[in-house]
């Protein structure tokens, strides 16, 4: 089976979080999340089982850790409130890692997610990359993936995201001069 | 491969291809590096219409993007319906009415055809053969008189609904279909002895504007230009969606991966439509045509839904991020010629410009989908 074939080979570099999901629910049947310096392992390892890429896309997590902590505080406030009520919550699978308890400032996230299938097999694998959100930068994979020169292209497009080692980095779909990313959460114009 | 220069001089100059030129089908632009005849290098330069649609989707309801999807991919409009439509009601959970599955693959696959026709139209206008188009046009005209008296419009449908489609289909449309079908067993043998066996395009399409199958999945391609390639991959076999595991087709594949194969897989695959409609049609069951009590307002689950379908270009995915609101948080569209056309600039290299005519012709490029 090619799903836990590349589900070993995956978890083999250390992602952050792999897991299978219900593809009849989510459309997708694997689900890692790798560190930024680990993206071109990950992709390699895909390559090297036959997936093909179907595309790169970015997403903006705007003022969810704000949402999240507003969420914690409201949580220990409950808990406060019922005592020594025990709170059995069947969590659904969380958006993001939850946030601890730390005071600092806070820094969103941005999420570039890479697609892969396989032409063969019924196998749809999910990769996800967190950076943060005021510097956003992550490795090119275009020398993996050729396609990626375009895709990752347009993420930069929209997104601002830099991706470092890849030859070309200007607009595609936008106009040449263009020095906005319509995407992000803030963006107005 | 023929048609490749033996050997490369100093000496180049650029060429600009578009983006009013008819053989980019629209307005696409490309950079040629050229060597007398001979293609250097090739930059296809996109955004001509980027009307970022992926920016839209964010700032509207889950039901008010409906009709973007159709303006898409304008010659595929109720596939992009129907994936649009898929992924909401899988990010919702809506079951849909069994009658409007069927209805739903009835209509997408005549889409299909048309589109095809479209596509075998231009193609062989661009390799200079002129009265094909009028045919191909006269049998759409069927396609598209047929598709109006249901969804109301030719060319960009909004059609589908979450949970159903928008209208029954009647018994002079179910007639139309049939005599639809008969027509065009008719005419296949008149295209392929008119085209397909003239040699003027035989000369023109064979060996030329070879993708190898990893070239395709090295830029995921999809679509006829992978099974052209030797690929047996259809998203309706692959991840079978709606009833399509129900019914049987076969999926044209050619090993050759020249601009030929690419032809013949898309006119195999009209008569695979054919074979679909008519037992979509045969099975068509009663009942009503959308499911019953679909909420005014969606409010999907917290999370992100993946949906793919097999559009007349190959696999169209969307991505749908939710923040359990009304309005999508993100909407990514994985466009089928988008990533088609990536393949172009390493496969043109070191051809004939008029070849490369010929292979840009044979990937079927639809503009508005690629830049969306």
Redesign the interface.
Known sequence: MILSTIRNALAAIHPEKIFETDYARKGFSLDVTVSADRIEEAVAVVDQNGFFIETITGVDWLGEKAAQQKEAAAKVAEKADAGAEDAATGKDEPLAPGAGNQVEPLVDDMEVIYDFNHYSDFCRVVIRVRIPRNAPKLKTISKIYPAALWHERETHDFFGIKFTGHPYLVPLLLPEDADFHPLLKDFNK | MKAFAPNQSNETFVLNLGPQHPATHGVLRIKLVMDGEYIVEAEPV??YI?R?H??MG?NRTWAQFLPNTGRMDYLHALAYNHCYVS?VE?AN?IEVAERAEYIRVITSELNRISSHLLWFGAFVLDLGGFSPLLYAFDDREHILDLLETVTGSRLTYCYFRFGGVCNDIDENFVAGARAFITRMRERMPMYHALVTKNIILMKRLQEIGPVSAEM??????TGPV?RGSG???DVRK??PFSIYSQLDFDVPVYPQGDSMARYMVRMDEIEQSLRIIEQGLEKLPDGPVIAPKIPKTLKP????????VETARG?F?I?A?SDGTNTP??L?L?TPS??NL??FG?ACRGMLLPDALALLGSLDLVIPEI??
């Open positions: 996109l955004g980027h970022m992926e920016k964010e992924v899988r959970g395709c999945r090295k830029y995921g391609a992978a690929i047996n991959f692959h991840e689950a917290k999370g992100d839904y993946y949906h793919a696999s995915g991505r991020v948080y993100r990514k994985r988008y990533s990536i393949l390493e830049d969306r």
